[in-house]
């Protein structure tokens, strides 16, 4: 989540540029609606605020922010089908958005299940869109001006952490967990901020392929970074790390 919201305060940034650096508003009526999805309260206000833009506005130079608020509003909404529909929108209007292709990277594979007949198909398109990430943002230029070389390193570095930690969750899906385990651990020594998540994935990887202590290593950091908190109360770390111990 911590990840998520730096990723949409980066897109609000850019929006708050002076005309001549980004998208400009064609009228009064359409910057008001622009700055509607920015100072929406919450997913539901923003999608409406986002959808009124694009119905409104046919001719918007804010399509790609439009469409994108729109695909990190279904995110926070935990819809699946309409974060896809969205993110896809956008690279249709970008192709190297940065920020869709590590969030859709992530999110597929996350709902790809062990039984889906077009598992292997869902995992290869996550493959490529978190690939194309990290091809693109090493020399991406930065995309609010007005940060530091130090704030545009880091957010660089973390948009490539996320792209290695969906290409591990990936290659856990593949039950290559020697692999994942690889990409896991190169996120984490990516990320700026530490990530309770990515060290979760890690010591599920390093469960799966027999590694007892380097897995209770991993569950041991994701529980001191706050764990993995469920719906229904709880800790999916703390419940991890009980299967862990119960190794040979």
């Known amino acids: 989540m911590k990840r998520f919201l730096t990723l949409v305060a980066v897109v609000l940034a850019c929006v708050s540029l002076a005309p001549a650096q980004g998208p400009q508003a064609k009228s009064p009526k359409e910057?008001?609606?622009?700055m509607a999805i920015q100072s929406a309260a919450n997913?539901?206000?923003?999608?409406?605020?986002?959808?009124?833009?694009?119905t409104g506005f046919k001719n918007t130079e804010f399509?790609?922010?439009?469409?994108?608020m729109l695909m990190v509003s279904y995110q926070q909404l935990d819809d699946f089908e309409n974060m896809m529909v969205y993110g896809e929108r956008t690279?249709?209007?970008?192709p190297e958005n940065p920020g869709v292709l590590v969030q859709l990277a992530y999110a597929?594979?996350?709902?790809?299940?062990?039984?889906?007949?077009?598992?292997?198909?869902?995992?290869?398109?996550?493959?490529?869109?978190a690939s194309r990430a990290l091809a693109l943002i090493p020399n991406l230029?930065?995309?609010?001006?007005?940060?530091?070389?130090?704030?545009?390193?880091?957010?660089?570095?973390?948009f490539m952490a996320q792209a290695n930690e969906s290409l591990g969750v990936i290659e856990a899906k593949r039950t290559n967990y020697d692999e994942?385990?690889?990409?896991?651990?190169?996120?984490?020594?990516?990320q700026p901020?530490?990530?309770?998540?990515?060290?979760?994935?890690?010591?599920?990887?390093?469960?799966?392929?027999?590694?007892?202590?380097?897995a209770l290593g991993a569950v041991n950091q994701s529980i001191t970074l706050g764990g993995v908190p469920l719906g229904g109360g709880g800790d999916a770390a703390k419940n991890l790390k009980q299967q862990i111990e119960a190794m040979n």
């Open 91 to 94: 690279l249709e209007i970008n």
């Open 180 to 190: 994942a385990a690889a990409f896991l651990t190169r996120a984490i020594e990516l």
């Open 141 to 158: 230029d930065k995309l609010n001006p007005d940060m530091s070389d130090e704030e545009w390193l880091d957010t660089k570095k973390d």
């Open 31 to 34: 910057f008001d609606a622009v």
């Open 43 to 54: 997913p539901n206000a923003r999608v409406a605020a986002a959808k009124s833009l694009l």
């Open 193 to 214: 901020l530490p990530s309770s998540m990515t060290h979760y994935h890690l010591a599920d990887s390093y469960m799966n392929a027999g590694k007892k202590a380097e």
């Open 108 to 129: 597929i594979p996350s709902r790809t299940r062990q039984f889906d007949l077009d598992k292997e198909e869902k995992l290869t398109k996550a493959e490529d869109l």
């Open 63 to 68: 399509k790609e922010f439009a469409n994108f």
